[in-house]
């Protein structure tokens, strides 16, 4: 089963938007809304930011937010602050023999 | 407040085995499962299977499949990961994560352990 493919790299200016993009297949983001986006500082866990494509655990900010077209789910951040730089990553429920795939990452800069 | 603590760092030859331990803090260990993620120096994430802490069933990718087994002690809240026949591609911190199903297998891991790293050299 191969990744998802996400952009090696975005970035913005602080208190601008920016979209990064994770697309995948039929097999997985086109048939499941189980889409989830991880972020990660440096020698840190990831941290969950979104679930379930659109879904925003409690306490995170709701400069988070994520969607779904097709067989491409989007993370959006509005407001960027410094603390957003970080790798961020998608991840999806998959019909293959490994269930679970992970995207190969973005680096947000944030200028 | 839920936390999950794993074992420390292990040095190990190409070959061996390394199994490493996740305890579980601040929450009902049964009703959820518990998943492992690995990601090799400056690399990504990579999923390596999953383990029901109410059941024991288990899934586990295709790549490390026959390698691999993941179990659970109720007794003491704590996951197992243990890796065999390692190789030097096996080095990464190895992270567990609760998953937010507990009988079935899904991408949202709500929190994660702290890693541990694992270097396999000769």
């Known amino acids: 089963q191969s990744a998802l493919t996400q952009p090696a790299s975005v970035s913005g200016s602080p208190g601008q938007s920016i979209t990064m993009s994770c697309t995948g297949t039929s097999s997985d983001i086109g048939s499941y809304n189980y889409v989830s986006w991880y972020q990660q500082h440096p020698g840190k866990a990831p941290k969950l930011l979104i679930y379930?494509?659109?879904n925003r655990p409690s306490g995170v900010s709701s400069r988070f937010s994520g969607s779904k077209s097709g067989n491409t789910a989007s993370l959006t951040i509005s407001g960027l602050q410094a603390e957003d730089e970080a790798d961020y990553y998608c991840?999806?429920?998959?019909?293959?023999?490994?269930?679970?795939?992970f995207g190969g990452g973005t680096t947000l800069t944030v200028l | 407040q839920v936390q999950l603590v794993q074992s420390g760092a292990e040095v190990k030859r190409p070959g061996a085995s390394v199994k490493v331990s996740c305890k579980a803090y601040g929450y009902k260990f049964n009703g959820y499962g518990i998943h492992w993620v690995r990601q090799a120096p400056g690399q990504g994430l990579e999923w390596m299977g999953w383990?029901?802490?109410?059941?024991?069933?288990?899934d586990y990718a295709q790549k490390v499949q026959g390698r691999v087994t993941m179990t659970t002690d109720t007794s003491t809240s704590t996951a197992y990961m243990e890796l065999r026949s390692l190789r030097s591609d096996d080095t990464a911190v190895y992270y567990c994560a609760r998953g937010t199903t507990v009988t079935t297998v899904n991408s949202d891991f709500d929190y994660w352990g702290q890693g541990t790293l694992v270097t396999v050299s000769s």
């Open positions: 383990i029901s802490a109410y059941n024991g069933n288990t």
């Open positions: 379930d494509v659109k």
């Open positions: 991840s999806s429920y998959t019909d293959s023999n490994t269930p679970v795939i």
